[in-house]
Antibody
Framework: QVQLQESGPGLVKPSETLSLTCTVS??????????WGWVRQPPGKGLEWIGS???????YYNPSLRSRVTISVDTSKKQFSLKLNSVTAADTAVYYC???????????WGQGTKVSVSS | EIVMTQSPATLSVSPGERATLSCRAS??????LAWYQQKPGQAPRLLIY???TRATGIPARFSGSGSGTEFTLTISSLQSEDFAVYYC???????????FGQGTKLEIK
């Protein structure tokens, strides 16, 4: 059973870079069947897709965040990562990593990690 | 960008009754539509993909229908554990540009 686990700082200062890593366990990250994605949820609000990456490194981003986001993958470590730069308080959210079957929805999710942006 | 609109924002239903949730896309997404359930403090859980296919382990009381721009999630006989927030998501675009609806909160009447 594939499991995903987010890791990274829970507090980031305004204007700095938010960095999170998702580790994939009990399964392969190098499958052509899956995208690996990031989704966030501000407090009390709905879900927002940030971006997704294929094991080959091809990444796709939400246009509203594209100028600030980089998603990368390290297949040797079975990890994929999110970097969001120039953060503001509006980036405070629970950040989830998730697996998406390329033709279906996000079927496996991490537990989520809360990131607050504050000085 | 495809905008997903869910209705109603809040739905009050008694246990044992049927719940019907709606999701509308601003343009056709074919059958590339998923439904998720989210309980407080938990990650979303995939219920339905391909508009009508139940994900692994999802009870038969959950069913999805629709295609194009109009979709419905039906819960045939509400159990206590079904009271949660439900989101629809389209994944029709290539390259990927996924969008979620704003959610429907299903509460106990």
């Amino acid at each position: 059973q594939v499991q995903l686990q987010e890791s990274g700082p829970g507090l980031v200062k305004p204007s700095e870079t938010l960095s999170l890593t998702c580790t994939v366990s009990s399964g392969s990250i190098s499958s052509s069947t899956y995208f690996w994605g990031w989704v966030r949820q501000p407090p009390g609000k709905g879900l927002e897709w940030i971006g997704s990456i294929y094991y080959s490194g091809s990444a796709y981003y939400n246009p509203s965040l594209r100028s600030r986001v980089t998603i990368s993958v390290d297949t040797s470590k079975k990890q994929f990562s999110l970097k969001l730069n120039s953060v503001t308080a509006a980036d405070t959210a629970v950040y989830y990593c998730a697996r998406q079957v390329t033709t279906d929805g996000f079927d496996v999710w991490g537990q989520g990690t809360k990131v607050s942006v504050s000085s | 960008e495809i905008v997903m609109t869910q209705s109603p924002a809040t739905l009050s239903v008694s246990p044992g009754e049927r719940a019907t949730l709606s999701c509308r896309a601003s343009q056709s997404v074919s059958s590339n539509l998923a439904w998720y359930q989210q309980k407080p403090g938990q990650a979303p859980r995939l219920l339905i993909y391909g508009a009508s296919t139940r994900a692994t382990g999802i009870p038969a009381r959950f069913s999805g229908s629709g295609s194009g721009t109009e979709f419905t999630l039906t819960i045939s006989s509400l159990q206590s554990e079904d009271f949660a927030v439900y989101y629809c998501q389209q994944y029709n675009n290539w390259p990927p540009l996924y969008t979620f609806g704003q959610g429907t909160k299903l509460e106990i009447k």
